[in-house]
């Protein structure tokens, strides 16, 4: 029986062709996890499902966060006490039943250098634990530490630290996450299609009738109908808006970058967070390394193409060495990358619906943008644009289902891996790589320990990317819907952010097994390496340009070649 959850070249052309000859009673737009989530949350309802992603799955701010399920302890110091409430609730689901195998609790120190800091953080950190309504111990609680204790848990910090409190937030990997709820989407029988950007919204009679999809692979486009369209397109939802004759929703960009340093270079046991003149600058563990991050900047480029400067990494690695014993230089940094988040307003009679922290907002007739929110609360931004459709669809739908509803590899993750020991001696893997495997695909592990099995060679590292095994890029491209080289080692994979070349060495390895999977003849193998090198290399002149024009233009002249 065919897999409906993997994402493969057949299976997206079976649901473009699919697309063709049917109405939907929902069409997403935007493979992001707002707009994946979307699809979730409707075909769990019964509702019949497509969804268009333009580029890859979780290509845009989705793959570029922070990569942390959080609260937003920073929001209580604005009394948004309910979205932190909703926000801690969606994370700790996270933990106990939707995706307990792609995430984490992570430590977090906030130190304290004046007196005054202990009552006034530490009361707003208790009030961060109070405000969790699930009752969950999955995500510990915080802890007070005096100055001995603080330079316990982190001896890299600074001496003259008066003492601290530790809590816990979540680590995600978010593209992976992403591309994770898509699959669990397309086996409820979603269609879920990538790089078949919407390139016009059919109305009539002032009501929206469908999508015109264009197939970025053959140029050709197809018509989709459908009874309603959810736009969940973050910084693009006034151009899809657009698309339909409706202006009434204003996005502005905010670049945010992070930099990735190596494990060794700071000595810690715990992340930690430290307010700024305007925001908050944080260092969190990234599995072997360090992230740290993030800017927040007006970007007024290319959205589908921010960069990270130099004054970027200035900014970052002043903040951490004003913390740090032993600072940071250039030549520690070993991965950069910026993503952009929508800052959202309403045009006329729209600035009301907006002011929420997110927003689902009607216009034309049957099509609906959501915007604003955060990765942490997709789940419920999801929930509310479909329950903002079933008014449209004409029919008594159930309420959400997404509570409730686990995505793949969570069910039997639990009990896999108390037997990791076991499976690591049945594969003759080490229990380092059944841990490793288990904390990227949970309960579907055995399917790459079974592809392993029937090609012995699948088991062995990346060269160029030893953190990662040469099956994983077979399964990326043969299950979770990786078309190019650069959607295996930048988000299936993050060997681009945790290389200090980028993902070079590896990626004419990489091209001969994502290859044999797509197809690939020799020339094809080459011209994917050779773009894949070019993106990186632009990527590291723009990171060391002085600002975003230069930056853009370095990209441009590395693309180019003038």
């Avoid at 290509?59 to 801690?88: D, I, P, W």
């Avoid at 390139?199 to 009501?207: I, K, P, Q, Y």
């Avoid at 729209?350 to 955060?374: I, Y």
């Amino acid at each position: 029986m065919t897999d409906r959850s993997s994402l493969n070249p057949a299976q997206r052309a079976q649901a473009l062709a699919d697309a063709a000859t049917r109405e939907f009673d929902v069409i997403v737009i935007g493979g992001g996890v707002t707009g994946v989530g979307t699809a979730l949350d409707a075909v769990s309802r019964g509702l019949s499902v497509a969804l268009f992603e333009k580029d890859d799955l979780a290509s845009g701010t989705s793959s570029r966060s922070g990569k942390v399920f959080h609260g937003g302890l920073r929001y209580l110091e604005q009394l948004n006490f309910s979205l932190v409430r909703e926000a801690l609730t969606e994370r700790d689901l996270m933990v106990d039943r939707l995706c307990p195998h792609l995430v984490s609790p992570e430590r977090f120190l906030f130190p304290f250098t004046r007196r005054w800091e202990r009552p006034y953080i530490g009361s707003g950190v208790l009030l961060y634990d109070l405000l969790r309504l699930t009752g969950t111990r999955s995500v510990g609680g915080h802890r007070h530490l005096s100055r001995r204790g603080v330079l316990r848990e982190m001896p890299a910090l600074r001496t003259d630290v008066t003492g601290g409190v530790q809590y816990y937030d979540v680590r995600v990997d978010d593209a992976r996450h992403t591309m994770t709820v898509a699959r669990t989407a397309a086996r409820l029988g979603a269609r879920i299609v990538t790089r078949a950007p919407v390139v016009g919204v059919m109305t009539d009679a002032g009501r929206v009738t469908g999508v015109r999809v264009r197939d970025a692979d053959s140029g050709e486009e197809t018509t989709v109908r459908g009874r309603t369209v959810v736009s969940a397109t973050g910084v693009w939802a006034e151009d899809v808006q657009s698309l339909a004759g409706e202006s009434s929703i204003s996005v502005t960009a905010a670049k945010g970058i992070h930099l990735v340093v190596p494990g060794d270079r700071i000595d810690s046991a715990t992340g930690m967070i430290a307010k700024t003149s305007d925001s908050v600058f944080i260092i969190r563990r990234w599995f072997d390394y360090w992230l740290m991050g993030t800017t927040d900047t007006h970007w007024d480029a290319d959205r589908d193409d921010p960069a990270a400067t130099k004054a970027d990494v200035d900014y970052l690695l002043g903040h951490a060495n004003r913390w740090l014993r032993k600072p940071l230089s250039y030549e520690d940094v070993v991965g950069v990358y910026a993503g952009l988040r929508p800052l959202v307003s309403g045009k006329g009679n729209a600035t009301a619906a907006l002011s929420r922290d997110h927003a689902v907002l009607e216009g034309p007739r049957g099509m609906f943008s959501v915007v604003g929110g955060k990765y942490t609360t997709y789940r419920i931004m999801a929930r509310d644009a479909v329950d903002a459709v079933v008014s449209r669809v004409g029919r008594a739908v159930p309420e959400s289902a997404t509570e409730r509803l686990p995505v793949l590899g969570a069910t039997g993750y639990p009990a896999l891996r108390n037997q990791s020991a076991a499976l690591a001696a049945e594969s003759g893997l080490s229990e380092w790589w059944i841990e490793h495997l288990l904390g990227r695909y949970g309960a579907l592990t055995t399917e790459l320990l079974d592809l392993i099995a029937d090609r012995p060679s699948l088991g062995e590292p990346v060269p160029g990317a030893p953190g990662y095994l040469l099956g994983e890029l077979h399964y990326a491209a043969a299950h979770e819907g990786a078309s190019r080289l650069e959607d295996v080692l930048v988000r299936r994979a993050r060997v681009f952010m945790e290389t200090p070349d980028r993902g070079a060495a590896a990626a004419p390895h990489a091209a001969e097994v994502v290859g044999d999977v797509l197809g690939w003849d020799d020339v094809r193998r080459k011209e994917e390496v050779e773009r894949y090198r070019v993106e990186r290399q632009a990527d590291a002149r723009a990171a060391a340009a002085a600002t975003d024009e230069a930056a853009v233009a370095a990209r441009h002249t590395t693309r180019t070649g003038n």
